[in-house]
């Protein structure tokens, strides 16, 4: 799970994991290729799948941002190496 708000409207950027079998959640520690934090982001949607090269990935797009408002960027987190890497969307179509 990413992301999100607290009951006091705070906005987040933690990562968390929850465990079936023991029935707990694990905040992860993840890094990021932009040397900085993923922002934090309400209203996104966030999908795990596999990438073409067969890693397990979490996808998330889009979503709120207080400074930037909308997010245009989509970002992908390495499950296995717990690191963030972004793509930034430009717009397509005709003028």
């Known amino acids: 799970m990413f992301g999100g708000a607290t009951e006091n409207n705070n906005i987040l950027n933690e ?19 932009f040397g900085n934090e993923v922002p934090p982001l309400i209203g996104h949607t966030a999908h795990v799948t ?3 090269d ?12 207080p400074f930037w ?8 987190l390495d499950i296995g190496k717990k690191c963030f890497i972004f793509h930034e969307v430009g717009v397509r179509g005709d003028d």
């Not at 408002?69 to 992908?76: A, G, H």
Request: glycine share 4%.
């Open 69 to 76: 408002k909308i997010s245009s960027f989509i970002f992908e």
């Open 54 to 65: 067969g890693r397990d990935v979490m996808l998330i797009f889009f979503g709120y941002h």
């Open 50 to 52: 596999k990438s073409s």
């Open 15 to 33: 990562v968390w994991k929850y465990n079936i079998t023991s029935a707990q959640w694990l905040l992860l520690n993840v890094s990021s290729q």
